[in-house]
Structure formats: structure tokens, C-alpha cells
């Protein structure tokens, strides 16, 4: 069976982009496959830390991921920071990256780059993420167009530990879900949903209540011409409703547009597919959020699961390196 790795940092609420675009193919994936989640705390460590925050985002992740319909039983969930090898083979990784292709990273780049005040976390990142990967044998990957360019340095710095040290990493293949799968943002529907934007409007989160949904959904952009179809180029406002509407029924936005002749009423449906969608979803959110204990232990559940695979994979690199074998402490 293909094995699958995904995570999303801790870092806000959850919005439909993440959800559309990534939560809820993980969930299909999840009997597909043999598929490995995590909640990459770690990661989160590269932004601004408030510890407070940061420890209840990772749980509120965790039971978002849960609540969507992630089953610890039919895939491994897990919370980065739980698997200490993540860190032990990112720095095995870190000595054979090179500055120069860490410095080419785009998204190192956008966020700042090579400055005196730069954190040396913010650089490396992409090292700890194709340890996240590699650790786990993993053959896909399925992430945005964004993390493109670290799915290619994963593979290179897989290949260069495999060809100098012997046959330790399996090569894994990233897997972008295609331009229209992306979630644009509702008031500038030129640009992705995220959670960094200026106008809180254009965002829709998956814990927002109904009343905030339908407000969103009205006040979405749209245009003046009146026509109703599917054309992003040229009507990228309506297509980002049409879009959402197609991936809560799974049929193509075009379909979508057949049935409409007013953009009011195809708001309003969209407005309550969403509603639909994400209620039974806010709902158990609540419930392992109110339930700690339960959190905890699907946690430990997977930590367990994700920690006998990656020990494995570690100890063969750190062999192959030439680390001393474990002693028993
Ligand atoms: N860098 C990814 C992002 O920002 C998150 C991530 C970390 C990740 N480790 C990963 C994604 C491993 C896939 C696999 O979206």
C-alpha cells in the first residue's frame, strides 16, 4: 500500500482553504492508503512564539483533524513534537544540506531571508520538514503548490544521503491537488484564502458560526455582468463560489453554474452547504476539545504508532552515517 505524510502547522484557526484543500483529502485518503498526519508544532517554532498559543493550537489542530473525521484507527495521527527522531534526523539532514540550497528556497526568501535577525530555524525549516518526510518511508506527499520547491529539496537530500551513505531513504513523489482544488479568498478571489490576510472578510474558518457564514458569503465578491458561469479567469469572484459549492457536493463547478441564474441564489446555497458541512464538524470539535483526556490519549495512540516507524528509519541513517550503535541507558 502507497504511504502517505502530511501536516499543517498550528498557527490560527483553520480556514476552508486548509480544509477543501487539504483536511478533507487526507480524511478520503486515510482508506486509501497507509497514511500518516501530523501536526507539525515544531514548525510553528519558526514564527513568533507565545507558548500559550502555540500549545492550545496544536490541540485545537489536532482535534480539528480528529473532528473532520481523521480516525486514529485507520491512519496515524500524530503531534510532531512527540517523535524525538524528527529532530535527530534533521540534523543528520542539516549535515549534508548546503547553504546555497537553503538560500535559494523561495519561501525563505519571501519571509525575510538572510538577514542578521534572521532565526536559523526559519532557514533550515525545510530540512526539518524532509525529515518529517523520509522518516516514515513515505512514497507521496500531498501538500500545496507552495511547498513545491522543499518537496524537490527532500528528494535531492534523500538521494545525496542514499548515494553517499548507502540505501537508507525512500524517495517520495509530491502530490498538488490541481489549480482548481484551491480555495480563493472571497474578497480578493485573485489571491489563495489564508489566514494572514488583511480583510478578515475574504476568509471563511471552519469554526465560524453560521450567521458569520452567511455574512461571509453575501458580502463575497462577485461582478456586474450577471452572467452566471464558470470562468475564473474572467470571473474569478463567482468562480470561488461555484468552486466551494462543487467541493462540498463533489461535482465540477460548471455543473454547478448550470443550475443558477442568480447570484443571490447561488450564495444562499452556498451559504448553507457550507453551514451543512462544517456543523457536525464544529460540533465534535467541541466534544474532544471539552474531553482532554480522550485527546491525550488518541495522541499518545499515534505518537506510539508514528515513533516505531520512525525509530527504524533513524537508526538505519544514524548507522549509516557512522553513529556508535545505541547503548541501552
Ligand atoms: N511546510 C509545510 C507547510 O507549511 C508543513 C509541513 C511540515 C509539511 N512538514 C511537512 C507538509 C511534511 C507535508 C509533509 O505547509
Known amino acids: 500500500m502507497t504511504r502517505v505524510l502530511s501536516g499543517i502547522q498550528p498557527s490560527g484557526a483553520m480556514h476552508l482553504g486548509n480544509y477543501f484543500g487539504a483536511i478533507k483529502n487526507f480524511v478520503r485518503e486515510q482508506d486509501h492508503a497507509d497514511a500518516f498526519y501530523c501536526v507539525v508544532d515544531l514548525h510553528a517554532l519558526t514564527q513568533n512564539i507565545d507558548p500559550e498559543s502555540l500549545r492550545k493550537a496544536s490541540l485545537d489542530l489536532m482535534a480539528i483533524y480528529l473532528a473532520s473525521g481523521l480516525d486514529p484507527e485507520r491512519c496515524t495521527l500524530f503531534l510532531q513534537s512527540h517523535v524525538a527522531e524528527h529532530t535527530q534526523l534533521a540534523w543528520l539532514l542539516e549535515c549534508t544540506a548546503s547553504m546555497g540550497e537553503l538560500r535559494r528556497m523561495t519561501q525563505f526568501k519571501d519571509k525575510g531571508g538572510d538577514q542578521e535577525g534572521t532565526r536559523v530555524g526559519l532557514f533550515t525549516y525545510p530540512v526539518l520538514m524532509a525529515a518529517d518526510i523520509v522518516l516514515y518511508d513515505v512514497d507521496r506527499v500531498p501538500v500545496g503548490d507552495d511547498q513545491r520547491q522543499h518537496l524537490e529539496l527532500t528528494r ?76 475564473p479567469e474572467t470571473k474569478p469572484g463567482l468562480a470561488t463560489l461555484l468552486s466551494l459549492l462543487a467541493a462540498c457536493e463533489r461535482v465540477s463547478p460548471a455543473t454547478i453554474a448550470q443550475r443558477y441564474e442568480r447570484y443571490g441564489d447561488l450564495k444562499k446555497d452556498v451559504a448553507a452547504a457550507l453551514i451543512a458541512e462544517l456543523a457536525p464538524i464544529q460540533q465534535r470539535y467541541e466534544e474532544f476539545r471539552n474531553d482532554p483526556a480522550a485527546l491525550e490519549a488518541m495522541m499518545a495512540v499515534g505518537a506510539q504508532k508514528a515513533r516505531s516507524v520512525a525509530a527504524r528509519t533513524y537508526q538505519r541513517a544514524a548507522d549509516a552515517i557512522g553513529l556508535a550503535p545505541p547503548v541501552s541507558h
Open 156 to 231: 535531492d537530500l534523500a538521494q545525496r544521503f542514499n548515494h553517499r551513505f548507502g540505501d537508507v531513504f525512500v524517495i517520495p513523489e509530491a502530490s498538488i491537488p490541481s489549480v482548481g482544488a484551491r480555495v480563493m479568498d472571497l474578497q480578493e478571489p485573485t489571491r489563495k484564502m489564508s489566514k494572514s490576510v488583511s480583510s478578515p472578510l475574504g476568509t471563511v474558518n471552519m469554526l465560524d458560526d453560521p450567521s458569520d457564514i452567511e455574512r461571509k458569503i453575501k458580502k463575497a465578491v462577485t461582478d456586474t455582468d450577471g452572467e452566471l458561469r464558470y470562468d
